[in-house]
């Protein structure tokens, strides 16, 4: 069984267009988290949710809205796609109540690419 | 404010040979600690963390790591390298939230 999933792995799309990435984990977690990592490996924390609430929301554009349905998803929606959001976006969950200070598990990552 | 320094880009590593990661963190108190491990188009994996007591934590694959507060280190070490060991190693320091060192990629030659 797969721990914390991503879909799609690969996107592929135009400058303007509007995409979602889905992440969902099966480990009864309650804090959850979006990163996305640059061309040269960097990994910046975007969003984190614990148990649905929105506790981290870094300095990223509006275009990016996380949405968690429940606490065992948190998707990715991204409007108005520019080249800039090319890279690898990783999904990741964790345990504790107090973000950031347990063991994080990490989806496989999508890797987006606009053209 | 939080900050990870991995001062090494790149590390060649000759396989049975020993390694050394280095790790620099900055942060205002008692950090959370964190070695994770990313393998080509893989995830990122945990390798070991501290939090408080023992400063030397072992992980998993044989790797271990040692916190020393007086030079605000935590680098990782593995006496004998095998080839699977090639990969992308990140360090991590977690408070409110986690912060990532750049990586250093480990290559190992046969």
């Known amino acids: 069984d797969t721990a914390v999933s991503q879909t799609p792995k690969y996107l592929v799309t135009q400058m303007g267009n509007d995409k979602s990435i889905k992440c969902e984990q099966n480990?009864?977690?309650?804090?959850m988290y979006w990163y996305k990592q640059d061309s040269k490996k960097f990994l910046k924390i975007m969003f984190s949710?614990?148990?649905?609430?929105?506790?981290i929301n870094e300095t990223v554009p509006n275009r990016f809205s996380p949405k968690s349905p429940d606490k065992a998803h948190l998707n990715l929606h991204i409007n108005s796609l520019e080249l800039g959001d090319s890279a690898v976006y990783f999904c990741a969950s964790s345990q504790e109540r107090t973000v950031g200070t347990d063991t994080q598990y990490f989806g496989p990552g999508t890797r987006l690419t606009v053209l | 404010a939080q900050s990870v320094t991995q001062p090494d880009i790149h590390i060649t590593v000759s396989e049975g040979a020993s390694l050394e990661l280095r790790c620099n963190y900055s942060y205002g108190a008692t950090p959370y600690l964190f070695w994770y491990v990313q393998s080509p188009g893989q995830g990122l994996q945990l390798l070991l963390k501290y939090f408080s007591g023992d400063t030397l934590v072992q992980g998993i694959k044989g790797f271990e790591a040692e916190f020393k507060r007086s030079q605000s280190s935590f680098n990782l070490r593995k006496p004998s390298v095998h080839w699977s060991d090639a990969a992308e190693y990140f360090c991590?320091?977690?408070?409110?939230?986690?912060?990532f060192g750049a990586g250093t990629r480990l290559f190992v030659k046969a």
């Open positions: 480990l009864g977690h309650d804090t």
């Open positions: 949710y614990n148990n649905k609430e929105l506790i």
């Open positions: 991590a320091v977690s408070g409110f939230k986690t912060i």
